[in-house]
């Protein structure tokens, strides 16, 4: 599926005012999705995934390439244009991990699955904190991995250009990983999320109110400084958490 | 009048997806009534009535569900013009996976759900193979990949049909299933229409209420399984 442009024209927010805006995306275009709880992130995901022409409550389109997509071709065989990934999303199949994505590469007609099979299982032990064979079923892998194996099968197998990401902070990944990942994949990715370490890895930034897009961010010289020093702080964090986790007393204050 | 025939598994998200259905045909002025297709209990006549959905229940009870369903759907398309509806949607649960209510000529729906397991799309027959759309739901619980392995595994079963991914508890997906409704077409009377695919049939001493075990007791259209040999069976002695 070639894919040169996503385009969402605005629509109206909660209460009925226009959101004056138009959002053009390219392949490898990394857009973070940030606002309250309830302020409308959760429904501009759903109108991209519907590709959205109006039809829906906003009143939001989204173009491909420019255009109106062909409805009809969205969904035939399993192809459709956006693909997505949430925290309360599961593994459901009872099969071990390289069965599991064998099973997914043929439905996508893989011409050598094997080596498709051991790319992915590679790039999702890249992303998880703690590393899993292709032998282990996939229920019963931890949520870290499940999200690492999620992101990494979406990306390399899925025939879908965009992808959309919503919430999964918590799950205990290299999330800059997971972030060049899709970038090198050429995916334009949707992430709405609460954390500030992911929120600036972004190209740009929407910021929602009121059921609306708000404004739109571009981080600036002056940002991406800061986001290394959140970077860093956040590394510290990870620190403390191994030091407790090891069984470790945790002395960082400073004592006279 | 038109017509939506709306079928699939129990608890495959029948009733929620016709729901979302209604409140969008509701919203472009089409008033819509709904027959209600059941073996046992009319359970989802109270949902359909709080939503203010004018709603006929048939419960098929000691009869085949498939068979009471095209027995009564001439009477339901003249109940469905009497109440001055724009639109009727039956739905009715295809119970033995044989089952397949959809009519030519009347556009036809099949609810399946992605949780019922990948090999679901080529264990179900007729329903799926012959509808006109197939809606997947539940896919907001499982995997990318998963909904990509079904929905792969559906247009294998039906290359023909139109598949949406739908939650039903949200309604995330109907505008896309409401593009694939716009030209329903109109059906005065499906009067001498003709099934897409023959009924499962049944006609034996079981149909008229034997209950009794045992060749003696079977008469009518009595069908015998093939079983392998029994010295190809392995045999677990010690």
Redesign the interface.
Known sequence: MEIRTLTILGGTNKNKEKEDLTLTCSPGDIICVVGPTGSGKSRFL?DI?????G??VSGRRVLVNGMVPD??A?????Q?IV????Q??????DLAVED??K??AE??LVPDADVMVRTILAAANDLAGEKFTGKVSVTQLSGGQ?RAL?IA??AL????PVVLIDEIENAGINRRRAIELLVKKEKISFIATHDPVLALMGTRRIFFRDGGIAGIIVPDDAERESAVCVQQVDDRWVQWRETIRNGNLLHIAQRK | MKLITVAGPPSSGKTSVILHMIAAFRSQGISTGVVKFDCLSPDDTEIYEKASVPVATGLSGGLCPDHFFIANIEECVEWGKKSGFALLITESAGLCCRCSPHIRGVTGICVVDVLSGVNTPRKIGPMLRLADVVVITKGDVVSQAEREVFAFRTSRSNPKAAIVMMNGLTGQGIAGLMRHLSDVPQVETVKDAVLRFAMPAALCSYCLGETRIGRTFQIGNVRRMDFPKSDKVSRNEN
Not at chain 1, 83 to 86: G, N, T
Not at chain 1, 157 to 160: R, V, Y
């Open positions: 759903s995934e519907a590709l959205a022409q039809d829906t409805m009809a969205e969904g035939a065989f399993g459709k693909a997505q990934l949430s309360q999303m599961n593994f459901v199949m599991f994505l099973l997914h439905a996508r499940s999620m099968d979406t197998l899925s025939p879908s």
